[in-house]
Protein backbone atom coordinates (compact mmCIF):
# COMPACT_ATOMS: atom_id res chain seq x y z
CA UNK A 1 0.00 0.00 0.00
CA UNK A 2 2.76 2.38 0.60
CA UNK A 3 3.90 2.88 -3.25
CA UNK A 4 0.04 3.34 -3.76
CA UNK A 5 -0.03 6.49 -1.09
CA UNK A 6 3.66 7.77 -2.84
CA UNK A 7 2.43 7.83 -5.94
CA UNK A 8 -0.65 9.55 -4.98
CA UNK A 9 1.02 12.60 -2.75
CA UNK A 10 3.72 12.52 -6.09
CA UNK A 11 0.82 12.82 -8.97
CA UNK A 12 -1.66 14.43 -7.37
CA UNK A 13 -1.57 16.54 -3.74
CA UNK A 14 -0.91 15.93 0.14
CA UNK A 15 -5.21 15.58 0.27
CA UNK A 16 -4.43 12.94 -1.95
CA UNK A 17 -2.01 11.07 0.09
CA UNK A 18 -3.78 11.02 3.16
CA UNK A 19 -7.06 10.47 1.72
CA UNK A 20 -5.41 6.59 0.06
CA UNK A 21 -3.78 6.49 3.97
CA UNK A 22 -7.07 6.37 5.44
CA UNK A 23 -8.26 3.68 2.56
CA UNK A 24 -5.61 1.52 3.66
CA UNK A 25 -6.07 2.10 7.06
CA UNK A 26 -9.74 1.13 6.74
CA UNK A 27 -9.05 -1.65 4.80
CA UNK A 28 -5.77 -3.24 7.20
CA UNK A 29 -8.53 -2.17 9.53
CA UNK A 30 -11.32 -4.80 7.79
CA UNK A 31 -8.51 -7.33 7.33
CA UNK A 32 -7.50 -8.05 11.18
CA UNK A 33 -11.20 -7.03 12.86
CA UNK A 34 -12.61 -10.34 14.20
CA UNK A 35 -16.29 -10.47 13.91
CA UNK A 36 -17.63 -10.59 17.00
CA UNK A 37 -16.23 -6.98 17.58
CA UNK A 38 -15.41 -3.42 16.45
CA UNK A 39 -11.65 -3.40 17.83
CA UNK A 40 -8.73 -5.20 15.86
CA UNK A 41 -6.95 -7.45 18.15
CA UNK A 42 -4.85 -5.88 20.78
CA UNK A 43 -1.26 -7.02 19.17
CA UNK A 44 -2.60 -4.95 16.00
CA UNK A 45 -3.36 -1.44 17.27
CA UNK A 46 0.22 -0.06 17.56
CA UNK A 47 0.94 -1.31 14.11
CA UNK A 48 -2.33 0.96 12.79
CA UNK A 49 -1.82 3.58 14.55
CA UNK A 50 2.35 3.47 13.33
CA UNK A 51 1.28 2.69 9.90
CA UNK A 52 -1.25 5.32 9.85
CA UNK A 53 1.47 8.28 11.15
CA UNK A 54 4.39 7.07 8.84
CA UNK A 55 1.58 7.03 6.05
CA UNK A 56 0.54 10.37 6.83
CA UNK A 57 4.14 11.90 6.81
CA UNK A 58 5.21 9.81 3.99
CA UNK A 59 2.36 12.00 2.12
CA UNK A 60 3.29 15.23 3.35
CA UNK A 61 6.63 15.06 2.40
CA UNK A 62 5.87 13.33 -1.34
CA UNK A 63 3.51 16.45 -1.56
CA UNK A 64 6.54 18.74 -0.88
CA UNK A 65 8.88 16.23 -3.33
CA UNK A 66 6.40 16.82 -6.36
CA UNK A 67 6.57 20.56 -5.12
CA UNK A 68 10.35 20.69 -5.89
CA UNK A 69 9.88 19.17 -9.35
CA UNK A 70 7.08 21.56 -10.34
CA UNK A 71 9.38 24.45 -9.16
CA UNK A 72 12.37 22.82 -11.25
CA UNK A 73 10.63 22.35 -14.65
CA UNK A 74 9.47 25.76 -14.51
CA UNK A 75 12.48 26.84 -13.73
CA UNK A 76 13.87 25.33 -16.49
CA UNK A 77 10.88 26.37 -19.42
CA UNK A 78 12.25 29.97 -17.72
CA UNK A 79 15.73 29.24 -18.81
CA UNK A 80 15.03 27.76 -22.12
CA UNK A 81 12.60 31.05 -22.79
CA UNK A 82 15.52 33.30 -21.88
CA UNK A 83 17.53 31.69 -24.15
CA UNK A 84 15.56 31.97 -26.99
CA UNK A 85 15.05 35.60 -26.19
CA UNK A 86 18.45 35.61 -26.19
CA UNK A 87 19.20 34.43 -29.45
CA UNK A 88 16.49 36.24 -31.17
CA UNK A 89 18.17 39.47 -29.65
CA UNK A 90 21.26 38.83 -30.48
CA UNK A 91 20.58 37.66 -34.38
CA UNK A 92 18.40 40.54 -34.74
CA UNK A 93 21.46 42.74 -33.63
CA UNK A 94 23.46 41.15 -35.68
CA UNK A 95 21.23 41.77 -38.61
CA UNK A 96 21.66 45.42 -38.01
CA UNK A 97 25.41 44.99 -38.29
CA UNK A 98 24.67 43.22 -41.76
CA UNK A 99 22.66 46.29 -43.02
CA UNK A 100 24.49 48.95 -41.92
CA UNK A 101 28.07 47.04 -43.41
CA UNK A 102 25.88 46.34 -46.48
CA UNK A 103 24.84 50.10 -46.94
CA UNK A 104 28.68 51.21 -46.09
CA UNK A 105 30.08 48.99 -49.20
CA UNK A 106 27.36 50.10 -51.83
CA UNK A 107 29.08 53.43 -50.81
CA UNK A 108 32.41 52.35 -51.50
CA UNK A 109 34.21 52.70 -54.87
CA UNK A 110 37.07 51.21 -54.10
CA UNK A 111 37.40 47.80 -55.29
CA UNK A 112 39.30 45.89 -52.49
CA UNK A 113 37.14 47.97 -49.64
CA UNK A 114 34.00 46.65 -51.41
CA UNK A 115 35.23 42.97 -51.26
CA UNK A 116 36.66 43.16 -47.59
CA UNK A 117 32.69 44.82 -46.84
CA UNK A 118 31.32 41.83 -48.41
CA UNK A 119 33.62 39.36 -46.87
CA UNK A 120 32.45 40.95 -43.32
CA UNK A 121 29.01 40.92 -44.73
CA UNK A 122 29.27 36.87 -44.88
CA UNK A 123 30.94 36.01 -42.19
CA UNK A 124 28.69 37.93 -40.24
CA UNK A 125 26.07 36.40 -42.23
CA UNK A 126 27.37 33.21 -41.10
CA UNK A 127 27.00 33.49 -37.42
CA UNK A 128 23.07 35.10 -37.67
CA UNK A 129 22.47 32.13 -39.08
CA UNK A 130 23.44 29.61 -36.36
CA UNK A 131 20.82 31.05 -34.47
CA UNK A 132 18.07 29.89 -37.01
CA UNK A 133 19.31 26.23 -35.48
CA UNK A 134 19.84 26.69 -32.08
CA UNK A 135 17.21 24.31 -30.34
CA UNK A 136 17.02 25.65 -27.05
CA UNK A 137 14.47 23.25 -25.71
CA UNK A 138 15.77 20.35 -27.00
CA UNK A 139 19.49 18.57 -27.29
CA UNK A 140 20.71 20.44 -24.88
CA UNK A 141 20.53 23.99 -26.29
CA UNK A 142 22.68 22.92 -29.07
CA UNK A 143 22.53 23.81 -32.90
CA UNK A 144 21.72 21.39 -35.25
CA UNK A 145 24.43 21.41 -37.89
CA UNK A 146 22.83 19.64 -41.20
CA UNK A 147 20.54 22.31 -41.96
CA UNK A 148 23.06 25.22 -40.44
CA UNK A 149 25.63 23.92 -42.93
CA UNK A 150 22.66 23.10 -45.56
CA UNK A 151 21.30 26.98 -45.37
CA UNK A 152 24.85 28.60 -44.87
CA UNK A 153 26.09 27.20 -48.59
CA UNK A 154 23.08 27.89 -50.11
CA UNK A 155 23.45 31.60 -49.45
CA UNK A 156 26.94 31.43 -50.40
CA UNK A 157 25.98 29.61 -53.43
CA UNK A 158 23.13 32.13 -54.62
CA UNK A 159 25.58 35.08 -53.80
CA UNK A 160 29.06 34.16 -55.01
CA UNK A 161 28.29 31.75 -58.16
CA UNK A 162 26.95 34.72 -60.30
CA UNK A 163 25.64 32.74 -63.57
CA UNK A 164 28.68 29.79 -63.61
CA UNK A 165 27.36 26.41 -62.96
CA UNK A 166 28.75 25.55 -59.70
CA UNK A 167 27.45 23.25 -57.66
CA UNK A 168 27.33 23.84 -53.58
CA UNK A 169 26.72 20.04 -52.31
CA UNK A 170 26.41 19.50 -48.47
CA UNK A 171 26.29 16.17 -46.98
CA UNK A 172 26.40 15.67 -43.05
CA UNK A 173 25.49 13.63 -40.36
CA UNK A 174 23.07 14.31 -37.97
CA UNK A 175 25.06 16.36 -35.54
CA UNK A 176 24.32 18.92 -32.48
CA UNK A 177 27.35 21.32 -31.42
CA UNK A 178 27.48 23.71 -28.96
CA UNK A 179 26.82 27.20 -30.12
CA UNK A 180 30.79 28.09 -28.75
CA UNK A 181 31.66 24.86 -31.14
CA UNK A 182 28.88 25.78 -33.96
CA UNK A 183 29.83 29.02 -35.28
CA UNK A 184 33.43 28.60 -35.56
CA UNK A 185 32.95 25.45 -37.64
CA UNK A 186 30.31 27.34 -39.61
CA UNK A 187 33.01 30.33 -39.91
CA UNK A 188 35.51 27.72 -41.32
CA UNK A 189 33.16 26.26 -44.09
CA UNK A 190 32.26 30.21 -44.99
CA UNK A 191 35.93 30.98 -45.50
CA UNK A 192 36.56 27.59 -47.44
CA UNK A 193 33.49 27.91 -49.61
CA UNK A 194 33.77 31.75 -50.46
CA UNK A 195 37.44 30.60 -51.46
CA UNK A 196 36.72 27.92 -53.41
CA UNK A 197 33.53 29.61 -55.30
CA UNK A 198 36.40 32.89 -55.83
CA UNK A 199 39.21 31.14 -57.05
CA UNK A 200 38.91 27.54 -57.68
CA UNK A 201 36.88 28.24 -61.03
CA UNK A 202 38.03 31.07 -63.08
CA UNK A 203 37.29 31.84 -66.69
CA UNK A 204 33.57 31.09 -66.11
CA UNK A 205 34.23 27.21 -65.39
CA UNK A 206 31.97 25.03 -64.02
CA UNK A 207 33.02 22.71 -61.16
CA UNK A 208 31.32 21.26 -57.82
CA UNK A 209 32.20 22.36 -53.99
CA UNK A 210 31.28 19.82 -51.71
CA UNK A 211 30.84 19.52 -47.86
CA UNK A 212 31.03 16.58 -46.04
CA UNK A 213 30.75 16.68 -42.31
CA UNK A 214 30.92 12.91 -40.68
CA UNK A 215 30.50 11.89 -36.72
CA UNK A 216 33.32 9.86 -35.91
CA UNK A 217 32.34 9.92 -32.18
CA UNK A 218 34.57 11.28 -30.22
CA UNK A 219 35.50 13.44 -33.08
CA UNK A 220 34.16 15.08 -36.08
CA UNK A 221 35.38 15.53 -39.53
CA UNK A 222 34.95 18.30 -41.65
CA UNK A 223 36.01 18.54 -45.32
CA UNK A 224 35.66 20.81 -47.69
CA UNK A 225 36.89 19.99 -51.60
CA UNK A 226 36.42 20.92 -54.98
CA UNK A 227 37.35 20.10 -58.23
CA UNK A 228 38.59 23.46 -59.19
CA UNK A 229 42.08 24.59 -60.76
CA UNK A 230 43.26 22.83 -57.49
CA UNK A 231 45.29 24.32 -54.19
CA UNK A 232 47.99 27.63 -54.73
CA UNK A 233 51.36 26.23 -54.41
CA UNK A 234 52.17 28.21 -51.94
CA UNK A 235 49.53 29.76 -49.48
CA UNK A 236 50.12 33.51 -48.79
CA UNK A 237 48.86 34.35 -45.00
CA UNK A 238 45.55 36.34 -45.21
CA UNK A 239 43.29 37.54 -43.37
CA UNK A 240 41.06 34.35 -44.11
CA UNK A 241 43.83 31.63 -43.64
CA UNK A 242 44.76 33.60 -40.88
CA UNK A 243 40.81 33.22 -39.25
CA UNK A 244 40.81 29.65 -40.30
CA UNK A 245 44.15 28.82 -38.32
CA UNK A 246 42.75 30.98 -35.51
CA UNK A 247 39.45 29.41 -35.22
CA UNK A 248 41.49 25.77 -35.71
CA UNK A 249 42.67 26.65 -32.52
CA UNK A 250 40.64 27.84 -30.16
CA UNK A 251 38.43 24.42 -31.51
CA UNK A 252 41.59 22.32 -30.82
CA UNK A 253 41.52 21.30 -34.55
CA UNK A 254 43.77 20.05 -37.27
CA UNK A 255 43.90 21.13 -40.90
CA UNK A 256 44.97 20.08 -43.52
CA UNK A 257 45.85 20.84 -46.94
CA UNK A 258 45.69 18.25 -50.05
CA UNK A 259 45.17 17.96 -54.00
CA UNK A 260 42.33 16.03 -54.31
CA UNK A 261 43.37 15.46 -58.13
CA UNK A 262 41.64 17.57 -60.02
CA UNK A 263 41.01 20.14 -57.03
CA UNK A 264 41.71 21.18 -53.54
CA UNK A 265 40.40 19.32 -50.28
CA UNK A 266 40.57 20.70 -46.65
CA UNK A 267 40.14 18.33 -43.82
CA UNK A 268 39.34 19.58 -40.16
CA UNK A 269 40.04 16.75 -37.23
CA UNK A 270 38.03 18.43 -33.92
CA UNK A 271 36.72 16.97 -30.71
CA UNK A 272 33.43 16.97 -29.95
CA UNK A 273 31.87 18.19 -26.95
Same mark, same amino acid.
Given at each position: MVPAIF? =??? *? &? $? /??? @??? #?????????????????????????? *????? &???? #????????? @?????? $? /? =????? /? =?? $??????? @???????? #??????????? /?????????? #???? =????IQAMASAHDHFQPFGHNGRVEMRTYLEDLCRHLGDTLRDVRPIAVNVDADEVYLKPEQAVPVGLIVNELVTNALKHAFPDDRSGMVAITLRSTKPSLTLIVEDNGIGCPPTRTERLGSRLIRLLAQQLGATITWQHAEPGCRVRAMLSRV
Open positions: L =ASV *L &F $D /RSS @GIY #ATALSAVLLYLLVKPAESLLPPQPYI *LPLLT &FVLV #ASGLAIVSE @GLRAAW $D /R =AVAAE /R =AK $DMLLQEL @GHRTKNNL #AMVISVLSLQT /RSKTNPEVRL #ALEK =AVLR
